[in-house]
Structures are given as C-alpha cells and as structure tokens.
C-alpha cells in the first residue's frame, strides 16, 4: 500500500500495514510471506500482537497448531481452553525453534 493509500485508512489499518514493511519472521527472522493477530497468547489487558511467518515457517506453523487446536473443541470450559491455548503457544514456540534449527543445519 503506498503512502497516500496508507494515509486514507483507519490508524488501526495503517498501523498494522507500518508494522508490516518492518517485520521479519518471528521464529528466524526472514521475509514474512503472512501476518496476523496471534490469538494464542493475548495479553492481560486482552490486546493481541501480530504474528509474522515467513514461506518456510508458515507452513509448520499452521500444521502444528491445526493438529495441536483439534484436541481443544472437547475442552467446554472456557477456563480450562485459555490454559490449553497457552499450552499450545508454548509447545508451538518450542517446536518452531527445533524445526529452524533443523532447517537451517
């Protein structure tokens, strides 16, 4: 988006599309191919920070999660799914860094 474009949205938009010229991936620090609200792992005061993946990391990502959420639908206690989700972010931080390290040697 150039910057008269940028300039005509909401400073909501706007800020996300700043942020996006900057950001790396944010498990190896390459070109990020997506991004988003990672939903995971919001914040006390309920904000919610992006996630950017580059092509390599988006993929394994997004498989891990998939595999890792289909287990959270049995979980009816909204309590209960806020600590299962934070599990979950913390298992996928984990394996992300094993998978570039596995990449990358």
Avoid at 22 to 43: I, K, M, Q, V, Y
Avoid at 96 to 101: A, E, G, I, N, T
Wanted: aromatic share 8%; hydrophobic share 30%.
């Amino acid at each position: 988006m150039c910057d008269d474009c940028l300039a005509r949205q909401s400073s909501s938009i706007a800020d996300f599309f700043k942020e996006a010229k900057n950001a790396e991936c944010d498990f190896c620090g390459g070109s990020p191919c997506t991004g988003g609200p990672e939903f995971l792992t919001p914040s006390a005061e309920g904000n919610v920070a992006n996630r950017w993946l580059c092509g390599s990391c988006a993929p394994d990502y997004h498989t891990f999660l998939q595999t890792k959420m289909a287990d959270l639908v049995e979980v009816s206690d909204y309590e209960k799914q806020l600590e299962e989700m934070k599990r979950i972010a913390g298992e996928a931080e984990v394996h992300m860094k094993q998978f570039v390290r596995r990449r990358d040697n």
